[in-house]
């Protein structure tokens, strides 16, 4: 039984990681930046709870004293601030320079793992970072955590993409968008825009997490993820899931439930008909970074990906079900695996 601080733990990923760890036998407090409070998500009521900001530079680490694991998911990201509010300072006090502040006290206070929940865009495209801050923001955040591993400390990334699943409030929202899909509301049309990403349950992160801490190399990287799938196939899984017989048009249109803003984009945008990026390279679907690779990787998330299945992978991950994470055959490999059935995998009660 190891002692798990959750960062984070009241969001959907978090609280879901908190549960798991807590029903495997760990003993798990949770850090927010507020008391217990009945909007609080199930899964962590009555958890102990250190209430702290991570992002605050005054933070000393007698705080962090006596754990011997940290799960860090408070990472902001381009849902959690106005377009108006989204300046350089944000990003570097949320991501590229908060979090290894955040890691380095974790060290200093005799953590010996800290698992980072980051995004798969650096990754996948490193280039994506000298124009786009926000994945600039995340690759420092990544690679700043992971520089510190040394000394008895282990800074290990998770880099998923976009996360399905749902606590209490997730639940709110998803309530809507099968009112959606069943065609009981006139507003929005029923459509999606073009492009896709890859999907993860947060089922299969919560056990992703499960392997880091487990069995992390010190200071890699690891690429995880379910299934590729286009916007208009994950509402129409979402239809078929309500019971709802209504067909998903794809249409060049922004849609308020995948807004142009949280669709980073491959290609420099101008105006609608340019912002399109260009279709990936077949090269350009395998992540490597100097700390770690991941033999099957996906696209990030696009105006236009390949929609091309990759059913190889599909069918490993059939069989096996589950998240394999840690060396195999001497290397240090991460296999993320479809978990349970095609449902669970597409669109597990959550949001994207």
């Not at 900001?53 to 000393?60: G, P, Q, R, V």
């Not at 899909?181 to 992703?208: C, H, I, K, W």
């Amino acid at each position: 039984m190891s002692r798990v601080l959750v960062v984070g733990a009241t969001g959907m990923i978090g609280s879901r990681i908190a549960a798991d760890l807590a029903a495997r036998g760990d003993e798990v407090t949770v850090m927010s930046r507020r008391g217990p409070s009945d909007r609080d998500p199930s899964a962590v009521a009555g958890m102990p709870r250190l209430i702290g900001d991570y992002t605050e530079t005054e933070s000393a680490p007698v705080a962090l004293e006596g754990f011997d694991a940290i799960v860090f998911s408070a990472g902001n990201d381009i849902r959690h601030v106005p377009a108006e509010q989204e300046d350089a300072d944000f990003w570097e006090r949320t991501q590229s320079g908060g979090v290894p502040r955040f890691a380095a006290l974790a060290k200093a206070a005799g953590v010996s793992r800290f698992v980072q929940i980051g995004s798969y865009y650096h990754q996948l495209h490193p280039e994506w970072a000298e124009r786009i801050p926000y994945v600039a923001a995340r690759r420092d955040a990544d690679d700043g955590a992971r520089a510190l591993s040394g000394d008895g400390f282990s800074a290990i990334t998770l880099n998923p993409p976009s996360i399905v699943g749902a606590d209490e409030r997730g639940l709110r929202r998803f309530a809507r968008m099968v009112a959606w899909v069943r065609g009981e509301v006139e507003d929005p049309a029923l459509f999606a825009p073009p492009g896709g990403t890859n999907y993860m349950s947060v089922r299969s992160l919560s056990q992703a997490v499960q392997g880091a801490l487990d069995s992390g190399a010190a200071g890699h990287a690891y690429l995880v993820g379910d299934r590729n799938l286009s916007y208009r196939d994950y509402f129409q899984l979402l239809a078929e899931a309500a019971g709802s017989r209504h067909v998903i048009e794809e249409r060049d249109e922004e849609h308020p439930f995948q807004p142009d803003r949280f669709i980073v984009q491959g290609g420099e945008p101008s105006s609608r008909s340019s912002r399109t990026p260009t279709r990936p390279r077949r090269s350009d679907t395998t992540a490597t970074t100097s700390s770690a690779r991941s033999r099957r990787s996906w696209p990030a998330s696009t105006r236009d990906h390949d929609r091309r299945p990759h059913p190889r992978s599909c069918r490993v991950r059939e069989r096996h079900g589950g998240v394999v994470l840690g060396p195999r055959r001497g290397d240090r490999d991460v296999r993320a695996h479809r978990h349970g059935s095609r449902r669970t995998a597409c669109g597990e009660d959550g949001r994207a």
